[in-house]
């Protein structure tokens, strides 16, 4: 069965610039959890998606956005970058919606802002 | 709000010791998840613990889940190389996920 999957690995952009990121769950799964992970610091919570819905964000401004796909894949977008954005984006999935379900990991993407 | 903190942020133990984190919640959590992230890697799912004092063993890792259902403890028993990483607790409560600050570890051979 094949894990969750993430792109791309690694992205290059500019100030100003708008980031995309692509994450697909694991099959059956239908919650999608975006994370950042700047260089030494734990994980952010950014975004949680269950059925297509956003259920939840973090403490991150209105310039981080997503959405969840009717085949429970991801994207999230990073409007108006900042040199602070650079960081890795994790994504996870569980297979509902519920606090006990354990979240599997994707390999990430790693965004550098210049 | 909700936050959960974990101690020490960083750990170095000579190969052999044993080694501990410590996760502590503001607000009672329904269970606690601990994962671990290698260097350049992922976070992966280590266990669950559900139940008020409840003690899970894996071969040299113990987790301990306290009374409360407030904080939780990760213990290594005699560390080998192989467990440098951090490792990182995950407190439900409702629907929502709160990971822990992390605690790095570095074993010394």
Redesign the interface.
Known sequence: EAGVTQSPTHLIKTRGQQATLRCSPISGHTSVYWYQQALGLGLQFLLWYDEGEERNRGNFPPRFSGRQFPNYSSELNVNALELEDSALYLCASSPGAGSTDTQYFGPGTRLTVL | GQQVMQIPQYQHVQEGEDFTTYCNSSTTL??I?W?KQRPG?????LI?L?KSGEVKKQKRLTFQFGEAKKNSSLHITATQTTDVGTY?C?G???????????TSLTVIP
């Not at chain 2, 890697?41 to 799912?45: A, Q």
């Open positions: 329904s269970n998840q994962y890697g992922h976070p992966v799912f669950q559900v990182f995950a439900g409560t409702g629907n929502q996920f709160y990971f822990g600050t992390g």
